[in-house]
Nanobody, 131 residues
Framework: QVDVMASGGGSVQAGESLRLSCDVS???????VGWFRQAPGQERELVGR?????????????RGRFTISTVSNHYANKINRVVYLQMDDLKAEDTAMYYC????????????????????WGQGTQVTVSS
């Protein structure tokens, strides 16, 4: 069973930093992990994506300010992976609910948008940035 849990959100002032964590368990090396966000009244958008055999991908709006990193441990034939989203120089427009998700679909691991029905999603963590 694949489980996903996002954490680390909070309320900060513009210019400050936050680090979000996405704990993913029960996956294999073929899974990629994406960070998404959704602000009120707006569509969910990709923030960044990690996959083992490809480059890190970032949305244009966060490139240079957000950084994805990952650590993992193996047990039996599965992997527990934590994918971090380091967010620096936060802006008011970064305010949103942040979600992470994982999928083994090689098709969606190369796409900029995922349907909510694709893969396994965590519950979301709120980030609020005050200007």
């Amino acid at each position: 069973q694949v489980d996903v849990m996002a954490s680390g959100g909070g309320s900060v002032q513009a210019g400050e930093s936050l680090r979000l964590s996405c704990d993913v368990s029960g996956i294999t090396e073929s899974y990629c992990v994406g960070w998404f966000r959704q602000a009120p009244g707006q569509e969910r958008e990709l923030v960044g994506r990690w996959r083992r055999d490809g480059p890190l991908v970032y949305a244009e709006s966060v490139r240079g300010r957000f950084t994805i990193s990952t650590v993992s441990n193996h047990y039996a034939n599965k992997i527990n992976r934590v994918v971090y989203l380091q967010m620096d120089d936060l802006k008011a427009e970064d305010t949103a609910m942040y979600y992470c998700a994982t999928t083994s679909s090689s098709y969606y691991c190369q796409k900029a948008s995922w349907s909510p029905t694709v893969g396994v999603w965590g519950q979301g963590t709120q980030v609020t940035v005050s200007s």
